[in-house]
């Protein structure tokens, strides 16, 4: 199996088994960080595909590079965003740790939307203009 | 067509796209005021930029831009045949309402951390949507693969970011869609790979052509089903449909709208281009068994999400999960007429009657939905809650909103006056011609249960409550407005179920057969 | 026949995406996240395309890192979501089920990959004969800024939305309050956390030489490797540099932030605009002033992505109040 | 290219190669942040100039080689910077964290009441 290999199709396999093994971990891991992290490596095996279908010719191709480059600063976009909101979701359940003994019960309800209703945590009890 | 105005046409491809963008990019200099003027005065520009676009296709012709002047293998070329002009036009119709809707009502645009807690009107949903909008035309213009990528991915992400909008609660839900989005987008490039080492270009057009000689149909086989699951994530398919309750019942009540009438329409416009223009299916009969079988399987988890989504809409206690279930039922719709589209005998008159059924019923659904996801906002921002006990009797207050969401109501079962009608009856005969039954029970109950969750929703409005009702403050000119806003979505849901016979011809310029 | 070093080259990739999945700390997989980057600039380099390598490493390995190593530290273990702990029920079901349908569907691709006979690539006479009118040498960057100019303008308009959206989860949406549009970004003056003494001197000492270096890549892509997304990361590297080491940028930024993220996508559609005055499709320029249209949109889209970047950094914290 | 160059050139790097596995072996084996600081900037420094410098004798150009100087020193200001600054974090902290590694005479941390 070796003999009939060539580089780029070596690459093109390392680049499959890289985008399965970040795609298949995304969708099993819960932690949100190595979710993240996850989505960035099938990005990363995607565009390996890409760059080693550039490298078949002998200059490498441009057009595919510059796709690659395009692919990369998507990629830092989404990672970004990602991040920011990760941040500001743990941000908001350290408070809610932290604040669980002066809160009633029953705000506590995880529901998205009555969650979203009283939204202000008590910290910062300014008048929340309903 | 007199020359100035296919020039005018070919313009209008590229300042679809680019007059948004730069409306989005200068709203972020400008105070929250300014930005609400400047967001519908730019709707109101791309609506005008939308008509010489729509007529130039109605006249039979397919405007085309070479962006650069680069033909089709180096450059990219921007086509509007008769599905780009469809969903141009109806984008400019439920965009500009909704503008409106935002700009006249602070508390659709979302809640943002001020200095005194968490105030309604939120200055970021400009930028955003403005972007939103620009992406959505990008994707049904656009005549490259890897161009549909990008605005795949210029869609997905303002949309994860309008879900943000909607402060604390929506947070974790925008998470989650994020995943979900980039996921199937980077499963689709993976396709679009696939696709380019195989044909050697990019452009749709020159794909289909180089893949009608290739002899071995494994490689467009296996890029065809990485576009379908990518796709399918994006249009939230049934077993892939987890993230949408969430992120569209969080969402703020200008969002929502967004997101359940325009933003799925991207996914499915770019799986259409994928499967009907791109891969040609008169490969080996090899091959065509594969594609078959594949669009079986599209055809069966649309008819699962037709009826799952619907029961799972009969249980919600809530308003907007509710119009977010209904969302996921009323995609099942469009996956049920693939078996249709690829049948095997060929006929293209099948075929073209079942992509007929697929593009009214989507269309019917953008505009129909649009207006119930901003009637339901429009209660909840002004009772604080979207339970629908304890909307019991608000339908005194408001006379116009109930009867503009009955008339987005009857766009949603698909009774008479409607585009879902059109597509349903076009569905139904595509499918006795084809003799497949089971697809006219699925569309009758499907049709049943939708009256059931609808009417359920909307019924305990208009009951009179017995406990006499909260104090309410009396309702303001701007909620009137908003009111208003949700009426026109509710009339044109009716007045473009007249124009079926002319979206039929429509559809046939530049199409696939 | 393929040579031992992409064999090993190819094993380490995979290795460092082990490490860089599996690990259940978050300090662990960022790291292993920084090292994939680093190994993965090498496999470009091996593919001989610099350009990638470059962004690669700037963009892929430089920033990104900055950011999830940022996350990590702030919360290492992951609070209330019981993120990496297996389900108490049945622990290897999970890694059980990854690893079969993970395995099928990697031989799979693998297959398809190996029996596929592959077409070179139709457009590479086209690019080589419509060279000169793009006004550059590099093929690259007459591709990016040129050929598929369009490509790059919704991609930068994706990273200015992108910068716009951390911005609306600001204290007041991004703007100080609902009257002025001045940035009220919290965090260009919200305290970072101490340094010792020898960053902020090797920062100042380093970051004219970034500056050089990034204006460098900038000139250099229109006839070598470099471009406007290479030297826009290293821009933002340097200025991230600063901003750790207690550097006053507060009041620039506050000021100045906003209008360079905007310029170039602003800048881009105009010049595309153009097109349409002298009667041409979009995005499309004359040969004889192609080369300073491009030049011009480059250096302000290397703004704009300096400041995109920088403003993913900057609002990463959160401002209190928004929690 | 003589014969005499290629030998010297691959005992610079099979050298280089070598400090770079004692510097990982030094990360290892030892316990606290000083010492493994200690280990890795002075190894791993050492070991990137042989091979840089094998490497330019591999290649027989003084441009490059004059490149390699430059890569060799603008790494040694980085690694000694971090080094510094690491080892600054470290002293900053080190009150806080319990004490490392000197064992309590009944080996139960009482970490307890001196946090």
Same mark, same amino acid.
């Given at each position: 199996m070796l003999t009939g290999l060539d580089t780029i199709t070596w690459y093109l396999m390392i680049a499959a088994a890289v985008t399965v093994f970040g795609m298949v971990r995304l969708l099993l891991v819960r932690d949100l960080l190595a979710r993240l992290i996850a989505l960035?490596?099938?990005?990363?095996?995607?565009?390996?595909?890409l760059v080693a279908l550039a490298a078949r010719s002998q200059a490498p191709d441009a057009v595919l590079q510059a796709l690659v480059i395009t692919g990369l600063v998507i990629a830092v976009a989404f990672t970004g965003l990602g991040a920011v909101l990760i941040r500001r979701i743990e941000g908001a359940r350290d408070d809610d740790d932290a604040a669980v003994p002066d809160r009633a019960p029953d705000e506590q309800t995880p529901g998205a939307d009555s969650e979203q209703d009283h939204g202000l945590s008590p910290h910062d009890q300014g008048g929340d203009p309903q | 067509m007199i020359p100035v105005w296919s020039a005018l046409a070919e313009f209008s491809l590229g300042a679809v796209v680019l007059a948004p963008l730069l409306a989005a990019a200068v709203s972020m200099l400008v105070p929250l005021p300014a930005r609400r003027v400047l967001g519908a005065a730019v709707g109101l520009l791309v609506a005008g930029l939308v008509v010489p676009l729509v007529v130039s296709v109605s006249a039979g012709e397919v405007p085309e831009l070479v962006l650069g002047g680069f033909? %089709?293998?180096? !450059?990219?070329? +921007?086509?509007?045949? =008769?599905? #780009?002009?469809?969903?141009?036009?109806?984008?400019? &119709?439920?965009?500009?309402?909704?503008?409106?809707?935002?700009?006249?009502?602070?508390?659709?645009?979302?809640?943002?951390?001020?200095?005194?807690?968490?105030?309604?009107?939120?200055?970021?949903?400009?930028?955003?949507?403005?972007?939103?909008?620009?992406?959505?035309?990008?994707?049904?213009?656009?005549?490259?693969?890897?161009?549909?990528?990008?605005?795949?991915?210029?869609v997905g992400l303002t949309a994860v970011a309008l879900v943000a909008l909607g402060g604390r609660g929506s947070w974790e839900?925008?998470?989650?869609?994020?995943?979900? %989005?980039?996921? !199937?987008?980077? +499963?689709?490039?993976? =396709?679009? #790979?696939?696709?380019?080492?195989?044909?050697?270009? &990019?452009?749709?057009?020159?794909?289909?052509?180089?893949?009608?000689?290739?002899?071995?149909?494994?490689?467009?086989?296996?890029a065809l089903v990485l576009m379908t699951l990518g796709l399918g994530m994006k249009a939230?398919?049934?077993?892939?449909?987890?993230?949408?309750?969430?992120?569209?019942?969080?969402?703020?009540?200008?969002?929502?709208?967004?997101l359940s009438g325009l933003v799925i329409k991207a996914a499915l416009v770019v799986l259409l281009r994928a499967w009907l223009w791109a891969v040609p299916l008169s490969g080996g009969?090899?091959?065509?068994? %594969?594609?078959?079988?594949?669009?079986?399987?599209?055809?069966?988890? #649309?008819?699962?999400?037709?009826?799952?989504?619907?029961?799972?809409?009969?249980?919600q206690t809530r308003l907007k999960p509710l119009v977010a279930y209904s969302t996921v039922a009323q995609i099942g719709y469009w996956f049920l007429a693939f078996p249709l589209l690829v049948s095997a005998e060929h006929d293209d008159a099948l075929a073209a009657g079942a992509y007929g059924a697929v593009i009214a019923l989507a269309a019917g659904h953008a505009i129909a939905k649009a207006g119930l996801f901003a009637a339901a906002g429009l209660l909840k921002d002004r009772y604080g809650t979207d339970e629908i006990a304890a909307l019991r009797g608000a339908g005194a207050h408001h006379p116009a909103l109930i009867l503009a969401m009955g008339l987005c109501a009857v766009g949603l079962i698909g009774l008479p006056v409607s585009l879902g009608f059109t597509g349903k009856w076009q569905l139904a005969t595509a499918a006795i011609g084809a003799g497949q039954w089971w697809l006219i029970v699925v569309l009758a109950a499907g049709t049943l249960l939708a009256a059931g969750y609808l009417l359920r929703g909307i019924a305990p409005l208009l009951l009179q409550s017995e406990d006499e009702p909260a104090a309410a403050k009396p309702v303001s000119v701007r909620e009137r407005l908003g009111e208003s806003a949700v009426m026109l979505l509710g009339l044109a849901t009716i007045g473009t179920g007249l124009l079926g016979a002319w979206l039929g011809d429509l559809l046939g310029v530049g199409a696939w057969w | 026949?393929?040579?031992?070093?992409?064999?090993?080259?190819?094993?380490?990739?995979?290795?460092?995406?082990?490490?860089?999945?599996?690990?259940?700390?978050?300090?662990?997989?960022?790291?292993?996240?920084?090292?994939?980057?680093?190994?993965?600039?090498?496999?470009?380099?091996?593919?001989?395309?610099?350009?990638?390598?470059?962004?690669?490493?700037?963009?892929?390995?430089?920033?990104?890192?900055?950011?999830?190593?940022?996350?990590?530290?702030?919360?290492?273990?992951?609070?209330?979501?019981?993120?990496?702990?297996?389900?108490?029920?049945?622990?290897?079901?999970?890694?059980?089920?990854?690893?079969?349908?993970?395995?099928?569907?990697?031989?799979?691709?693998?297959?398809?990959?190996?029996?596929?006979?592959?077409?070179?690539?139709?457009?590479?006479?086209?690019?080589?004969?419509?060279?000169?009118?793009?006004?550059?040498?590099?093929?690259?960057?007459?591709?990016?800024?040129?050929?598929?100019?369009?490509?790059?303008?919704?991609?930068?308009?994706?990273?200015?939305?992108?910068?716009?959206?951390?911005?609306?989860?600001?204290?007041?949406?991004?703007?100080?309050?609902?009257?002025?549009?001045?940035?009220?970004?919290?965090?260009?003056?919200?305290?970072?956390?101490?340094?010792?003494?020898?960053?902020?001197?090797?920062?100042?000492?380093l970051a004219p030489a970034l500056m050089l270096l990034g204006l460098w890549l900038l000139f250099a892509g229109s006839a070598e490797s470099g471009g406007a997304f290479q030297s826009g990361a290293v821009l933002a590297a340097a200025?991230?540099?600063?901003?750790?080491?207690?550097?006053?940028?507060?009041?620039?930024?506050?000021?100045?932030?906003?209008?360079?993220?905007?310029?170039?996508?602003?800048?881009?559609?105009?010049?595309?605009l153009a097109g349409p005055v002298l009667g041409l499709p979009w995005l499309s320029w004359q040969p004889e002033w192609a080369f300073a249209a491009v030049l011009g949109v480059e250096v302000l889209l290397t703004a704009g992505i300096a400041a995109g970047l920088y403003t993913l950094f900057l609002t990463l914290e959160n401002p209190e109040g928004v929690r | 290219?003589?014969?005499?160059?290629?030998?010297?050139?691959?005992?610079?790097?099979?050298?280089?190669?070598?400090?770079?596995?004692?510097?990982?072996?030094?990360?290892?084996?030892?316990?606290?942040?000083?010492?493994?600081?200690?280990?890795?900037?002075?190894?791993?420094?050492?070991?990137?100039?042989?091979?840089?410098?094998?490497?330019?004798?591999?290649?027989?150009?003084?441009?490059?080689?004059?490149?390699?100087?430059?890569?060799?020193?603008?790494?040694?200001?980085?690694?000694?910077?971090s080094a510094h600054v690491i080892g600054g974090l470290e002293a900053d902290h080190a009150a806080e964290r319990e004490p490392m590694h000197h064992n309590d005479a009944a080996g139960s941390p009482e970490a307890g009441d001196d946090r």
């Open positions: 960035d490596v099938t990005g990363i095996g995607v565009l390996l595909t | 033909e %089709a293998p180096v !450059g990219i070329h +921007l086509r509007a045949d =008769g599905l #780009g002009a469809v969903f141009l036009a109806v984008t400019a &119709l439920v965009g500009l309402v909704l503008t409106g809707y935002a700009a006249v009502l602070p508390a659709a645009e979302g809640r943002c951390a001020g200095p005194k807690g968490w105030q309604q009107g939120h200055p970021g949903f400009w930028p955003l949507w403005l972007g939103c909008w620009s992406g959505l035309n990008a994707v049904v213009v656009s005549g490259d693969l890897f161009n549909l990528y990008v605005g795949l991915e210029l839900a925008a998470l989650r869609y994020l995943f979900v %989005a980039v996921l !199937g987008s980077l +499963l689709f490039l993976a =396709g679009v #790979g696939l696709l380019v080492s195989v044909t050697g270009t &990019l452009d749709i057009a020159q794909t289909r052509e180089a893949l009608a000689e290739v002899a071995d149909p494994e490689a467009p086989l296996l939230a398919l049934l077993p892939m449909h987890r993230w949408l309750v969430p992120a569209h019942s969080s969402a703020p009540s200008g969002v929502s709208p967004i009969a090899q091959s065509h068994a %594969a594609v078959q079988w594949l669009a079986w399987l599209l055809g069966a988890l #649309g008819a699962a999400a037709v009826l799952g989504g619907s029961v799972l809409a009969l249980r | 026949m393929i040579s031992s070093l992409d064999i090993t080259l190819g094993l380490a990739v995979l290795a460092v995406t082990g490490l860089c999945l599996i690990p259940r700390s978050r300090l662990v997989i960022t790291m292993g996240f920084l090292a994939l980057g680093i190994v993965v600039t090498m496999v470009w380099l091996r593919l001989d395309s610099l350009d990638v390598a470059l962004a690669e490493a700037a963009i892929g390995t430089g920033l990104l890192s900055a950011l999830m190593v940022w996350l990590a530290v702030r919360s290492p273990e992951p609070p209330g979501a019981g993120g990496m702990q297996p389900s108490p029920r049945l622990p290897w079901l999970r890694p059980l089920i990854g690893l079969a349908c993970g395995g099928t569907l990697a031989v799979v691709a693998a297959a398809v990959w190996f029996r596929v006979d592959q077409q070179l690539p139709a457009w590479q006479a086209g690019v080589e004969d419509q060279m000169p009118d793009t006004g550059v040498e590099h093929p690259i960057t007459g591709v990016l800024l040129a050929f598929r100019a369009y490509d790059t303008l919704l991609e930068s308009a994706i990273l200015m939305l992108t910068a716009a959206a951390v911005l609306a989860l600001c204290r007041g949406g991004g703007l100080s309050d609902p009257g002025t549009h001045r940035l009220g970004v919290h965090q260009t003056s919200a305290p970072m956390p101490p340094v010792p003494s020898a960053l902020p001197w090797a920062a100042r000492l200025f991230i540099l600063l901003r750790t080491s207690h550097v006053s940028l507060g009041a620039a930024t506050a000021h100045w932030l906003r209008p360079v993220l905007v310029g170039g996508v602003v800048v881009f559609i105009l010049a595309g | 290219m003589s014969f005499v160059l290629e030998i010297l050139a691959a005992a610079l790097i099979i050298g280089g190669a070598f400090f770079f596995t004692v510097g990982t072996l030094g990360l290892i084996r030892f316990t606290d942040v000083r010492s493994r600081l200690h280990a890795l900037t002075k190894a791993d420094n050492l070991g990137l100039g042989l091979v840089l410098a094998g490497a330019a004798l591999w290649l027989a150009d003084w441009a490059i080689a004059g490149l390699m100087l430059l890569c060799w020193l603008f790494a040694l200001a980085g690694a000694s910077v």
